[in-house]
């Protein structure tokens, strides 16, 4: 699975500024739900949930907040870059910058972990990281997230 099947130049964002977690949570909800056609509170509690279970935090400055809905057909996914680091009880104990969110259906068990490796193998890639860290604009985000050199390795990987 390739990021430009679930993102595009819409779901990125170069500048969140959020000041916990749970403010983040909420404005990233509020950008997904125009993208997936789903009420932002369905969305937040969704999020609410998953992070409830376990921080989606992975460390390093990077996280993955995640869940699954019953009324979206595909997977969708929103890159955020914020403007300021936020806590966010991450496995390292570090704030975050960098956040993608990923919403699946209900019914997309396989797809789902698909895009949630892909999409941690591409975050963990200190390349590619310093690249998304050194770059303002959407376009440029965009860039770098869908034509990532790692995607042709990682698909004859798995």
């Known amino acids: 699975m390739n990021l430009v099947d679930i993102i595009d130049a819409r779901s990125v964002l170069p500048a969140v ?65 914020l403007s300021a680091p936020v806590a966010y009880d991450s496995v390292d104990g570090e704030p975050i910058d960098m956040v993608f969110v990923l919403l699946s259906p209900d019914h997309a068990g396989a797809d ?18 310093a690249k998304l860290r050194g770059t303002a604009s959407a376009e440029g985000l965009y860039a770098i997230l869908t034509s990532d050199p790692a995607a042709t390795h990682s698909q004859t990987a798995a």
Do not use: C, W
């Open 112 to 129: 789902h972990l698909k895009a949630l490796a892909r999409i941690s193998r591409l975050l963990r890639e200190p390349g590619t990281m």
């Open 17 to 81: 500024k959020a000041q916990s977690k749970k403010h983040l949570l909420q404005e990233l909800s509020q950008a997904m739900a125009g993208l997936v056609a789903v009420d932002h509170r369905i969305i937040f509690e969704t999020l609410l949930t998953r992070e409830k279970l376990g921080s989606t935090g992975l460390g390093q400055g990077i996280a993955i907040p995640h869940g699954r809905l019953p009324n979206i057909t595909r997977v969708y996914g929103l890159f955020a870059k």
